[in-house]
């Protein structure tokens, strides 16, 4: 059974603030293209192909916008929850290895 302790502290790191959001958005979108300018040309020389920047936006772009918006605010919450309570994330780490453990 998960603490309900743990999850209602994790949830309220996850609030929706409009002046961080917009500041969250330029930063995924710059690590985003950054992404997006290496991977496509590893992605043609390992397909054989020489497709444009453009067409692996269009193919991969939704899937890596997410991908990076996702860890980027889970990235987040953890750092947020730490500064906060630092036993939170050992609480959590143990209540993992509890789990994980075969008895």
């Not at 059974?1 to 502290?9: A, G, Q, S, T």
């Amino acid at each position: 059974m998960i603490n309900k302790k743990i999850v209602n502290e994790i949830d309220n790191f996850n609030k929706f603030n409009f002046n961080n959001n917009k500041k969250s958005d330029k930063l995924c979108n710059a690590y985003y293209e950054h992404l997006l300018n290496i991977i496509y040309p590893r992605l043609n020389k390992l397909h054989g192909l020489n497709w444009k920047k453009r067409s692996w936006r269009i193919l991969i772009g939704p899937w890596l916008a997410r991908f990076v918006y996702i860890i980027f605010n889970r990235y987040q919450i953890i750092k947020k929850v730490k500064l906060k309570n630092k036993n939170l994330i050992n609480k959590i780490s143990l209540f993992k290895n509890k789990i994980n453990k075969p008895e």
